[in-house]
């Protein structure tokens, strides 16, 4: 009778516990005063870069990285206007990006908004022309190849989220290369020569 008892009270208190943080506000605000807001990314590497745009893609402000460590910057954002700015860090195969909404002296950060973008690896080994991409958002993904400036091969590619192409080039036709590849708003350029 005893182990019944303690069994129901047990019971009774892990429900009352389980309806006291169902009843909790856990909504998090994400609005802070837009007067300063830092932003910090660790583990950054020489050569990679942080830029802010506009919601028209303009760059309003971009920096590349001197050396590796922990990147902290805090920033003024009362002269922006009103708007949706994007966040990027871009690293060596792929871009972070965050958008903040500025309304009023306000800013939001949307994180439901962030996303990875990863960038095409493009390489060329002797007569070997070879590209990968990583596309989990299907984005089309168009590639010209270009030579001496004349183009000589275009391809559209839709709905993969893996793309792994190797091109054989000439070995007779030999000078200056270049692809060009489209995707997720962005252009990739890789000039190279046989």
């Not at 006291?20 to 990679?48: H, P």
């Not at 000589?152 to 989220?161: F, M, P, Q, V």
């Given at each position: 009778?005893?182990?019944?008892?303690?069994?129901?009270?047990?019971v009774t208190l892990m429900f009352g516990t389980l309806i006291s943080y169902a009843n909790e506000n856990t909504n998090t605000t994400n609005?802070?005063?837009?007067?300063?807001?830092?932003?910090?990314?660790?583990?950054?590497?020489?050569?990679?870069?942080?830029?802010?745009k506009d919601e028209n893609g303009i760059i309003i402000f971009k920096q590349k990285f001197q050396s590796s460590g922990t990147y902290s910057?805090?920033?003024?954002?009362?002269?922006?206007?009103?708007?949706?700015?994007?966040?990027?860090?871009?690293?060596?195969?792929?871009?972070?990006?965050?958008?903040?909404?500025?309304?009023?002296?306000?800013?939001?950060?949307?994180?439901?908004?962030?996303?990875?973008?990863?960038?095409?690896?493009?390489?060329?080994?002797?007569?070997?022309?070879?590209?990968?991409?990583?596309?989990?958002?299907?984005?089309?993904?168009?590639?010209?190849?270009?030579?001496?400036?004349?183009?000589?091969?275009?391809?559209?590619?839709?709905?993969?989220?893996?793309?792994?192409?190797?091109?054989?080039?000439?070995?007779?036709?030999?000078?200056?290369?270049?692809?060009?590849?489209?995707?997720?708003?962005?252009?990739?350029?890789?000039?190279?020569?046989?």
């Amino acid at each position: 009778m005893r182990t019944t008892m303690k069994t129901i009270l047990l019971v009774t208190l892990m429900f009352g516990t389980l309806i006291s943080y169902a009843n909790e506000n856990t909504n998090t605000t994400n609005t802070v005063d837009v007067k300063r807001v830092k932003v910090e990314y660790k583990n950054v590497k020489k050569g990679q870069a942080f830029i802010i745009k506009d919601e028209n893609g303009i760059i309003i402000f971009k920096q590349k990285f001197q050396s590796s460590g922990t990147y902290s910057k805090t920033f003024d954002l009362t002269n922006l206007e009103d708007g949706i700015y994007t966040t990027e860090l871009e690293k060596d195969f792929e871009y972070i990006i965050k958008k903040i909404d500025v309304k009023n002296g306000f800013v939001t950060f949307l994180k439901e908004e962030t996303k990875k973008v990863f960038k095409p690896v493009i390489r060329s080994k002797g007569d070997l022309l070879l590209i990968s991409k990583i596309a989990f958002n299907n984005q089309p993904l168009k590639i010209d190849l270009y030579y001496k400036g004349d183009i000589i091969h275009s391809e559209k590619l839709e709905g993969k989220n893996l793309v792994n192409r190797v091109y054989k080039l000439s070995e007779t036709e030999k000078g200056n290369y270049k692809v060009v590849i489209n995707t997720d708003n962005r252009t990739y350029v890789k000039s190279f020569n046989i």
